[in-house]
């Protein structure tokens, strides 16, 4: 099985220099936000939006902190299991695992708000470039989820199950790279294709494009994907991850019924 072998050909660290241990995990992130800010800054361009080169780094300094902050978080609230409230100095031992999408979603919001507001620039605008960007990160973590043989599927008997070293003796769904296809290759040639238009489709089109494909896809892979094993299957059939997802579909369909029958055109700074 092809991708069996290349996961054991796959080491989760990237290189050492002495002390210093670098992973792909780390490398993922940090490919994912330098990628968004370029792919926000060409499309602002391409929009004819005057936004900055300095703005767009402000913004991205800003969400990239308030990511991890909200990421960190989110899997301390939703997947800890009581875990953390016994050991509260591991909340901070972020080098152990544990991000939540679903956490780093609001911090990003909310980071990408404040510094919007600081800065005078478009709240709408800036959530709408953020979509068209975030799939690769997204596509780039869930490699890196690969890479460290984590957050693997059920047991299948496909030509492509993988065999992980902590998933027992067993060939398994390889719900990583469905997911970085899914949630970031395809979801951002969605993306993509939507902001070629000029002018630009209205505010909240991608961002709201960007939450119901997620949610749908995050839903639907669910069902291959084993649950943390803290937390199990809640009421009995229905995973952590589904239960978040729905939300974000119902803010998603929102805001693509409201870009439609109110249409406000994308701007770079308010007044």
Same mark, same amino acid.
């Given at each position: 099985?092809?991708?069996?072998?290349?996961?054991?050909?796959?080491?989760?660290?990237?290189?050492?220099?002495?002390?210093?241990?670098?992973?792909?995990?780390?490398?993922?992130? #940090?490919? &994912?936000? /330098? +990628?968004? $800010? %370029? !792919?926000?800054? @060409?499309?602002?361009?391409?929009?004819?939006?005057?936004?900055?080169?300095?703005?767009?780094?402000?913004?991205?300094?800003?969400?990239?902190?308030?990511?991890?902050?909200?990421?960190?978080?989110?899997?301390?609230?939703?997947?800890?299991?009581?875990?953390?409230?016994?050991?509260?100095?591991?909340?901070?031992?972020?080098?152990?695992?544990?991000?939540?999408?679903?956490?780093? #979603?609001? &911090?990003? /919001? +909310?980071? $990408? %708000? !404040?510094?919007? @507001?600081?800065?005078?620039?478009?709240?709408?605008?800036?959530?709408?470039?953020?979509?068209?960007?975030?799939?690769?990160?997204?596509?780039?973590?869930?490699?890196?989820?690969?890479?460290?043989?984590?957050?693997?599927?059920?047991?299948?008997?496909?030509?492509?199950?993988?065999?992980?070293?902590?998933?027992?003796?067993?060939?398994?769904?390889?719900?990583?790279?469905?997911?970085?296809?899914?949630?970031? +290759?395809?979801?951002?040639?969605?993306?993509?294709?939507?902001?070629?238009?000029?002018?630009?489709?209205?505010?909240?089109?991608?961002?709201?494009?960007?939450?119901?494909?997620?949610?749908?896809?995050?839903?639907?892979?669910?069902?291959?994907?084993?649950?943390?094993?803290?937390?199990?299957?809640?009421?009995?059939?229905?995973?952590?991850?589904?239960?978040?997802?729905?939300?974000?579909?119902?803010?998603?369909?929102?805001?693509?019924?409201?870009?439609?029958?109110?249409?406000?055109?994308?701007?770079?700074?308010?007044?």
């Amino acid at each position: 099985m092809f991708l069996n072998d290349l996961y054991h050909s796959l080491n989760p660290i990237a290189f050492s220099l002495g002390p210093l241990v670098v992973r792909w995990y780390g490398i993922a992130y #940090l490919a &994912g936000f /330098v +990628v968004a $800010g %370029v !792919l926000m800054y @060409r499309i602002s361009r391409r929009w004819k939006l005057d936004l900055t080169l300095d703005d767009v780094l402000n913004v991205m300094t800003g969400v990239c902190v308030a990511i991890i902050l909200g990421g960190r978080l989110g899997y301390v609230l939703f997947y800890g299991a009581g875990y953390y409230l016994r050991n509260p100095l591991s909340i901070f031992a972020i080098n152990e695992g544990g991000m939540s999408f679903h956490g780093g #979603l609001v &911090g990003a /919001v +909310v980071g $990408g %708000v !404040l510094v919007c @507001r600081s800065t005078k620039v478009s709240v709408a605008t800036i959530c709408d470039l953020c979509a068209c960007g975030a799939p690769w990160g997204l596509c780039f973590g869930r490699l890196a989820n690969f890479v460290n043989g984590e957050l693997w599927g059920k047991e299948c008997d496909l030509p492509w199950g993988v065999m992980f070293e902590t998933g027992g003796n067993v060939y398994r769904h390889p719900s990583q790279l469905y997911e970085a296809f899914l949630e970031g +290759v395809l979801l951002f040639a969605v993306l993509w294709i939507l902001s070629r238009r000029v002018p630009p489709r209205p505010q909240g089109t991608f961002m709201g494009t960007f939450l119901v494909w997620y949610g749908v896809c995050r839903f639907l892979i669910e069902f291959v994907r084993v649950p943390d094993s803290q937390l199990g299957y809640l009421f009995g059939f229905v995973t952590m991850g589904q239960l978040l997802s729905l939300p974000l579909v119902g803010v998603g369909v929102w805001l693509l019924v409201r870009a439609h029958k109110a249409p406000h055109p994308q701007i770079g700074h308010v007044a």
